[in-house]
């Protein structure tokens, strides 16, 4: 199963913005679409966005839609969130895993540490 590590989250004003990283290591990272996902305190995990193996094909919840760009760099096995126009209602910890482009669920279950993302109003 393919290991993941999130990085890039922070402290950040409303209006502002962040760019999340997903470095894979072990397993073979073209072969998963890949997604992210984000669990705010007392909520349960949510789907943020996803994309294809190839780039082409790209998903996203209807909160971060025209606010949130996901894209992925497949010779370095990164994938990225950059995050616009932040809102205090995106606070949460933020996770990547493989999962379903055209649903955006995902099976996985070996969670990582995710990273920290707080918008203050």
């Known amino acids: 199963q393919v290991q993941l590590v999130e990085s890039g989250g922070g402290l950040v004003q409303a209006g502002g913005s962040l760019r999340l990283s997903c470095a894979a290591s072990?397993?073979?990272?073209?072969?998963?679409?890949m997604g992210w996902f984000r669990q705010a305190p007392g909520k349960e995990r949510e789907f943020v966005a996803a994309?294809?193996?190839?780039?082409?094909?790209?998903l996203y919840a209807d909160s971060v839609k025209g606010r949130f760009t996901i894209s992925r760099d497949n010779a370095k096995n990164t994938m990225y969130l950059q995050m616009n126009s932040l809102k205090p209602e995106d606070t949460a910890v933020y996770f990547c895993?493989?999962?379903?482009?055209?649903?955006?669920?995902?099976?996985?279950?070996?969670w990582g540490q995710g990273t920290q993302v707080t918008v203050s109003s």
């Open positions: 994309i294809s193996w190839n780039g082409r094909s790209t």
């Open positions: 895993a493989p999962a379903d482009v055209k649903t955006g669920t995902t099976q996985y279950d070996s």
């Open positions: 072990r397993g073979t990272f073209t072969a998963y679409a």
